[in-house]
C-alpha cells in the first residue's frame, strides 16, 4: 500500500527522502561546471553523486514508489555515461602527471601516442556526456525526481523506527561482501585440523576443517587476470556496502566509523589495482607489443605502483579474514543508538 503521509522523524521513509534528496542536491550541485568541462572533479563529484543516488534507490526500494523516470536502470544508465568520461580521466591524469614526468625523453616522446588517443576518446565521451545531460530523458529524470521529493511516495513499511531496522538494512550487504571470493585472492589453503591463530579463516569442507591461512608476507604477490577481475569486482561490492553505511553515521559510534573508514581504504586500493591494469592493457594495445621493450622506465613505474597497491590491500584482506574481526563488524552493526 502506497501513502503520502510524511513519516516520522527517525523513521525508515525519513530517512529514505532524506538520503534521495541529499544525493540529488549533489548532483545537480556540479552538472553546469561538467558542462562547461574546465575541472576534472566536477564531474567527479557528479558521478559520486549519481553512484550514491543509484545506491539510495536500491537500498530503500522497499520503503518507496517512485516514477519510472526515476527508478534505478534511468539512473545506472546516466552513472555510465559520467563514469566512462571520469576512466578516461583517470588515465590521462596518471600518464601526464604521475609518470610521464619521471620517464626518459625518449619513453617521454613514445607516450604522445596513446596521449593523443586518450585525448581523442575524451573528446568523444564528453560528446556523450553533453549529450545524455541535454537529453529530454534526463531532463524528465530531474523534472520527476524533484516532484516526488516535493510529494515522496511511501509504503506502509516507511512508518518503522530506523534504529529497529538498521541490522537488518546493513548485515545483507555486509554478508555478501564477506562471502565474496575476492577475499581469497592470494592467500595459501592448508587442510589442518585445528588452529587458535585468528588470522584463520575456518571453514567446514567435507566434514574437515579447511583453514584458510593469510600469507603474513606482505611482499608483492603475483595475480592472474581472472583475480584482478574477481578484486574489481570485490571492490563494486566494498562500495555498496561504504556507501550504505555513510547514510546512518550518526546512529552508530567511533568503532562503526573505524569499519567506514576501512570501506574507504579497501576502495581506494583496490581502485589502484583497477586502474593499473586498465591503463597496462590500454598501452599494450595501442603498441601492439611487449611494452616493456618500448617503455622500459614507465613498466618498472607502473609494476611499483602496483605492488604497493597490492601490499595496502593485504593488509586489509589479512585484516577482513580475521574470524574475530568480523564477528565484531556483524556485532557492531547489531547496536544501533537509539
Request: charged share 25%.
Amino acid at each position: 500500500m502506497a501513502t503520502q503521509v510524511l513519516p516520522k522523524i527517525n523513521s525508515l521513509g525519513y530517512w529514505a527522502s532524506l538520503a534521495f534528496e541529499k544525493h540529488f542536491q549533489k548532483t545537480l550541485k556540479h552538472e553546469l561546471e561538467v558542462l562547461k568541462d574546465q575541472d576534472p572533479e566536477e564531474l567527479h563529484q557528479m558521478r559520486i553523486g549519481m553512484r550514491r543516488l543509484r545506491c539510495a534507490t536500491q537500498g530503500f526500494g522497499f520503503v518507496v514508489t517512485v516514477p519510472k523516470a526515476t527508478q534505478d536502470q534511468k539512473i545506472g544508465k546516466i552513472a555510465r555515461c559520467l563514469g566512462g568520461l571520469r576512466d578516461l580521466d583517470v588515465l590521462l591524469e596518471a600518464l601526464e602527471n604521475r609518470y610521464k614526468p619521471n620517464l626518459p625523453t625518449l619513453e617521454q616522446v613514445e607516450l604522445d601516442k596513446p596521449l593523443q588517443k586518450l585525448r581523442k576518446q575524451r573528446h568523444h565521451a564528453f560528446k556523450k556526456v553533453q549529450k545524455i545531460l541535454r537529453h529530454q530523458s534526463y531532463l524528465m529524470f530531474k523534472q520527476k525526481f524533484q516532484e516526488w521529493l516535493e510529494q515522496p511516495i511511501y509504503k506502509d513499511i516507511s512508518q518503522v523506527p530506523i534504529p529497529a531496522v538498521l541490522p537488518d538494512l546493513l548485515l545483507p550487504q555486509v554478508s555478501q561482501l564477506f562471502l565474496h571470493p575476492g577475499w581469497l585472492v592470494g592467500v595459501e589453503e592448508e587442510d589442518l585440523e585445528t588452529s587458535d591463530n585468528n588470522n584463520f579463516l575456518l571453514q567446514k569442507t567435507n566434514s574437515k576443517h579447511q583453514i584458510v591461512k593469510i600469507n603474513n608476507d606482505t611482499s608483492a604477490i603475483n595475480i592472474s587476470d581472472a583475480e584482478e577481475e574477481s578484486l574489481h569486482s570485490l571492490r563494486k561490492k566494498v562500495k555498496g556496502v561504504r556507501y550504505q553505511m555513510s547514510l546512518f553515521s550518526e546512529f552508530y559510534g567511533l568503532t562503526y566509523e573505524a569499519y567506514l573508514r576501512d570501506m574507504k581504504e579497501l576502495q581506494e586500493y583496490l581502485g589502484d589495482i583497477q586502474d593499473n591494469a586498465v591503463l597496462r592493457k590500454f598501452l599494450e594495445s595501442i603498441f601492439q607489443s611487449d611494452i616493456d621493450k618500448v617503455l622500459p622506465s614507465l613498466v618498472i613505474q607502473l609494476k611499483q605502483s602496483r605492488e604497493k597497491a597490492l601490499q595496502k590491500w593485504q593488509v586489509l584482506q589479512r585484516r577482513y579474514l580475521n574470524i574475530q574481526v568480523r564477528q565484531n563488524f556483524r556485532s557492531e552493526l547489531l547496536r544501533p543508538l537509539t
